[in-house]
């Protein structure tokens, strides 16, 4: 491709919403084009490099036997409230009317959509197992969406279902998958981890997220290295402190004035923030979007409450509980605003984080203005509706596996796997006849991959002050030629002689034959990251050319034949990314 004829319009000004690198450098590079706040559109770089990433998906799905489908994004509502999810999962899901008003919504994901093939086209054992899956636009009305590709609202996913007799079909169709996700993001050229993850609105038993190590990305993992526990920290489970044996001493009612916080309860009686407990107060909604009552939750005063833990104990969806206006629920519950204890309150529903049922003499909000009460025990004074882990593993806390000060790092999650089980097939009713012609449930999985997130989080990991540095297995191109001076006859037939042999090669070559300064060619070359770089200019008299990685800085005179060769060898080499 001549760069003088090619579609491409790059920025000098940087964008003022693109906060993170790869979103700035997408922009600048014209390769991606935002047409409104989280919707964008792919130039012809762009759109070379989203290709190249769903070819290595392809390659390696195929490689496990998954077959390609492609399903349409528009899905009836019916399908939605057959698995109970067109209330589940919330504004989220974008929702639509035909003319006659009939519900649809455009997939966000296509369990439901799987599912009713399934049921409909499998009957017996002998279909199982099975893999389909697709590559196609998903649609998310994101609270925030950000970052550009990292988190749109129209975004291009893969996303694959297996199918199974039981569960151990489904261990062993999750392992395929969980090794052909970590060939894909290994041939994107990423740093990236596999993390234990929690199920979210997707549901189901067991999940791992793929996460590329990035101090941008938005989740956060908890690893030890110690041995191999590696989760979100929305999943992590947290060791309980051992259980405390002191005897129970009588409660005792304390006057705290103003001390609303934990910090200033502790300071203010001398107590370490681990002899008190925290209160947080929310309210539910229900599917009609009502108040659904109130919930109080407890952790220990130096513990944070996990809201991922906190939804999945009380068996809702994130959209449906938010913080309470305290004056209304104070009402209803006896709780007072700072001052908010287990003892005392009524008629909401109490969730006690696990660890504060073994600890002994604690001090709690006494719900009067004021007042805290002190050597609150669990069972004597005040029980959990719910008592279950809802605390955050934080940084430098024990291992839940093996001990050892947990660390936290971020990243982006570019693929997540999940194994589903009957979540989607008991409701929908998908069954197929075993051997003995009996019904039985189809045990099922599913993959993501972030196609388009994933091509953010290549630039995120692969750019420099000058612009992006793609692996050769996402690079638009392969080679660029920059003819210094297309009006020098010399150089400008040097310059299509090596063009013409690298395409001959099969090498994906780009020819700069623009009328710009040299300046500006050697910016663009850097910007536009193409790994290998041949420059074309003043020794070309004597049959030298210049020869350069993007990723390196030292440049090397080279023939023309050697530069060619040099070229080849290292493109084919590097272009599978394997
Ligand atoms: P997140 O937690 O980041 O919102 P998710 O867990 O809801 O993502 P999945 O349902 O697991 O996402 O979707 C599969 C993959 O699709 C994700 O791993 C991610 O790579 C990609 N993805 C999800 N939401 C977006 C988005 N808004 N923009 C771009 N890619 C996305
Ligand atoms: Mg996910």
Redesign the pocket.
């Known amino acids: 491709m001549r760069l003088s004829k090619m579609h491409i319009k790059t920025l000098r000004e940087v964008p003022n919403e693109a906060e993170i690198s790869s979103h700035i450098l997408l922009l600048r590079t014209g390769m991606i084009r935002k047409l409104v706040s989280?919707v964008y559109g792919f130039m012809p770089l762009g759109w070379r490099s989203v290709r190249k990433i769903e070819d290595i998906v392809r390659e390696e799905m195929d490689a496990k036997g998954a077959q390609e489908i492609h399903m349409s994004a528009v899905q009836p509502a019916e399908l939605w409230q057959e698995s109970g999810r067109w209330y589940a999962y919330g504004p989220e899901l974008w929702r639509l009317k035909d003319r006659n008003g009939r519900d649809f919504c455009l997939g966000?994901?296509h369990e439901e959509i799987f599912t009713d093939i399934i049921r409909n086209d499998v009957n017996s054992y002998r279909q199982l197992p099975l893999n389909l899956y697709q590559i196609q636009n998903?649609y998310?009305d994101?609270a925030r969406?950000r970052f550009g590709?990292?988190?749109?609202?129209e975004?291009?996913?893969k996303?694959a279902y297996s199918f199974d007799k039981d569960y151990e079909g489904l261990d062993i169709s999750y392992k395929e998958m969980y090794d052909a996700y970590t060939n894909v993001f290994n041939r994107c050229g990423l740093y990236f981890r596999p993390v234990a993850?929690d199920t979210?609105?997707?549901g189901g038993s067991g999940s791992h997220?793929?996460t590329a190590f990035a101090e941008v990305g938005?989740?956060e993992i908890a690893y030890c290295e110690h041995c191999d526990m590696a989760a979100t920290t929305e999943r992590a489970d947290v060791k309980d402190d051992p259980a405390d044996s002191a005897e129970m001493m009588p409660m005792e009612e304390v006057n705290t004035p103003g001390t609303k916080t934990i910090e200033e309860v502790a300071n203010f009686l001398g107590l370490d923030k681990k002899q008190t407990i925290k209160a947080l107060l929310f309210v539910k909604y229900d599917e009609l979007g009502n108040e659904d009552g109130y919930v109080a939750a407890f952790v220990r005063g130096d513990r944070e409450l996990n809201m991922i833990k906190l939804v999945n104990a009380l068996d809702i969806p994130e959209h449906a509980i938010a913080f309470a206006d305290e004056e209304k629920m104070a009402a209803a519950t006896g709780c007072v605003g700072g001052f908010t204890g287990p003892v005392g309150l009524h008629d909401c529903t109490i969730v006690v984080d696990s660890e504060l049922t073994g600890m002994r003499n604690l001090c709690a909000g006494a719900c009067k203005k004021d007042y805290h009460i002190k050597n609150v025990n669990y069972g004597r004074d005040y029980t959990g509706d719910i008592v279950r882990d809802i605390k955050t593993l934080k940084e430098g806390d024990p291992c839940p596996v093996c001990g050892a000060p947990v660390k936290h790092t971020r990243g982006?999650?570019?693929?997540?796997v999940?194994k589903l089980g009957t979540k989607y097939s008991e409701p929908m009713g998908a069954y197929y006849k075993d051997e003995n012609q009996e019904d039985q449930l189809i045990v099922m999985g599913c993959y993501?991959?972030?196609?388009?997130?994933?091509l953010?989080a290549v630039v995120e990991q692969h750019h420099d002050d000058n612009g992006i540095i793609w692996p050769m297995s996402v690079a638009p191109y392969h080679v660029i030629v920059t003819l210094v001076k297309p009006d020098d006859s010399v150089q400008a037939e040097i310059a299509e002689r090596i063009y013409g042999e690298l395409a001959k090669a099969g090498v994906e070559v780009l020819l700069d034959d623009r009328d710009e300064r040299p300046g500006v060619k050697f910016k663009d070359a850097d910007l536009l990251g193409i790994p290998v770089r041949i420059t074309v200019g003043r020794g070309a008299a004597e049959g030298s050319v210049e020869y350069k990685l993007r990723r390196e800085s030292e440049k090397t005179d080279m023939s023309i034949e050697g530069a060619i060769a040099a070229a080849i060898k290292i493109v084919n080499e590097e272009r599978s990314g394997r």
């Open positions: 989280g966000p994901t998903k998310r994101e969406p590709l990292m988190r749109s609202r975004f291009i996913m996303d993850a979210g609105a997707i997220e793929f938005e989740s982006i999650e570019v693929g997540q999940f993501g991959i972030g196609v388009t997130r994933t953010a």
